[in-house]
C-alpha cells in the first residue's frame, strides 16, 4: 500500500534559538538549530537581538532544513510555527515568515504552543521510540517554566503543579552565574557536577505545596552561602568548583524528584515524561532511568536533541494537528503569554 507523504515544516523562534524543521509522517528529516551566541557575554538573552539574530537566521535556517530533507517547499504540506510563549520580538519574526510561506504557497499554517510541543516532542518517530500511552505526567523543565502536567490526549492537558517563582532552568543558569560561569549555565553546571562530590555542600529545599516550586530562595542561599565562604577563602569558587556544582544540581534534582514521587501518589498514575531544556541534565535523566526499577514507574525520557529549543517538536505538533485538520487563521497572532493549556 502506498500511503500518501505528509510534509510539514516546523519553525522555532521563541527565544534565542533559530530553528527549522522537515517531518515525514511524524519522522524528522531535518532540524537545523542556529544558536545565538550573541547572548554570551551579557549573562543572559538580550532580546533586542534575539530578534535581530532572528531576522538574520530564519532564511538560512528554512533553506537548510529543506536542502537536508531533500525535498523543495513545493513538496510541503503545512507550515507549523511557535505562536508562544515566548520574547514577542521573537515571535514575530517566525510568525511573520510563517505567514508569509504559507500564503504564498497556498497551504495551511498551523500554530503551534512551544510549552505543548516540548511535551508533544515525546511523540516524534513514533515507530522507533518509546512513546507514553495516555494519561501520563510530564514534568516540563526549561528556562522558563517548571510545571507538571497531565496528558488526556495530545491536545488535552491539565496543569497539576508549576514554580510559584523562578523556573528551574534560571536555577541552574542564576547559579551558575554566581559562580562566574557563562550564560547558559545549566549545561556546565551538569559537566562539573559529574567531577563533584553532590554531598559536599548542604542547600536547603524550599517549603510549598506538594505539587509546587519554588527556586528563588534556593538562588539567594546559594548566594550567600558563596559570599561567605569567599570571606574565608577567596579562591573559595575555584577550588570547589565541581562540587559546589555536584552540590547544587544535587540539590535541584532531588527537589525535582521529590515533587514527582507526590504527583504519583496524588494521581496512580505511573507513567512519567520529562521535558524542556533541563531535562537534558544527565543526572535527571539517570534518576528517571533508576526510578523504573526502584518504584516502577515507566519513565519518558526525550531524546538528547528534542530536549532544548528545536523545530523538531513545532513540526510534530503540527503534524499532529493537521490530522486532526485543526489549521489556523491567517490572522492569528504571536503571544508572549500562554499557558500550556491554551
Ligand atoms: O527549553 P529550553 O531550551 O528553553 C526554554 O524554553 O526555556 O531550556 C533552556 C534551559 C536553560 O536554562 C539551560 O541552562 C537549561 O535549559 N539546560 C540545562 C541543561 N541543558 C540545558 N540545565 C541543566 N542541565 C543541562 N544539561
Ligand atoms: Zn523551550
Avoid at 72 to 93: E, W
Avoid at 232 to 250: G, W
Wanted: hydrophobic share 40%.
Amino acid at each position: 500500500m502506498n500511503t500518501k507523504n505528509i510534509y510539514i515544516l516546523g519553525i522555532e523562534s521563541s527565544c534565542d534559538d533559530t530553528s527549522a524543521s522537515v517531518i515525514c509522517n511524524g519522522k524528522v528529516l531535518s532540524n537545523v538549530i542556529a544558536n545565538q551566541e550573541v547572548h554570551a557575554k551579557y549573562g543572559g538573552v538580550v532580546p533586542e537581538l534575539a530578534s535581530r539574530a532572528h531576522q538574520q537566521n530564519i532564511v538560512p535556517v528554512v533553506q537548510q532544513a529543506l536542502e537536508q530533507a531533500n525535498i523543495t517547499k513545493h513538496d510541503l504540506n503545512a507550515i507549523a510555527f511557535t505562536r508562544g510563549p515566548g520574547l514577542m520580538g521573537s515571535l514575530l519574526v517566525g510568525t511573520s515568515f510563517a505567514k508569509s510561506l504559507a500564503l504564498g504557497l497556498n497551504i495551511p499554517l498551523i500554530d503551534v504552543n512551544h510549552m505543548q510541543a516540548h511535551i508533544l516532542a515525546h511523540f516524534i518517530d513514533e515507530k522507533d521510540s518509546k512513546t507514553p500511552p495516555f494519561p501520563f505526567v510530564c514534568l516540563t523543565i526549561s528556562g522558563g517554566h517548571t510545571q507538571l502536567v497531565k496528558i488526556t490526549n495530545h491536545f488535552e492537558m491539565e496543569i497539576l503543579g508549576e514554580t510559584i517563582d523562578d523556573a528551574v532552568g534560571e536555577a541552574f543558569d542564576k547559579s551558575a552565574k554566581i559562580l562566574g560561569l557563562p550564560y547558559p549555565g545549566g549545561p556546565l553546571v551538569d559537566k562539573y557536577a559529574q567531577l563533584g562530590n553532590p554531598k559536599a555542600f548542604k542547600f536547603t529545599k524550599p517549603k510549598v505545596g506538594d505539587l509546587e516550586f519554588s527556586f528563588s530562595g534556593l538562588k539567594t542561599g546559594i548566594l550567600y552561602f558563596i559570599r561567605k565562604q569567599e570571606k574565608e577563602n577567596p579562591n573559595f569558587i575555584k577550588e570547589n568548583l565541581y562540587d559546589i556544582c555536584a552540590s547544587i544540581q544535587h540539590t535541584i534534582i532531588e527537589i525535582l524528584m521529590d515533587k514527582l514521587k507526590n504527583t504519583v501518589k496524588q494521581t496512580d498514575i505511573k507513567h512519567i515524561a520529562i521535558a524542556g531544556g533541563v531535562s537534558a541534565n544527565s543526572e535527571i535523566r539517570k534518576r528517571l532511568t533508576l526510578a523504573e526499577k526502584h518504584w516502577k514507574w515507566t519513565t519518558y525520557i526525550p531524546k538528547f536533541e528534542y530536549t532544548t529549543d528545536n523545530a523538531a517538536m513545532i513540526a510534530i505538533a503540527g503534524y499532529l494537528k493537521y490530522l486532526n485538520g485543526n489549521y489556523s487563521d491567517i490572522s492569528v497572532t504571536a503571544q508572549a503569554r500562554l499557558k500550556v493549556t491554551e
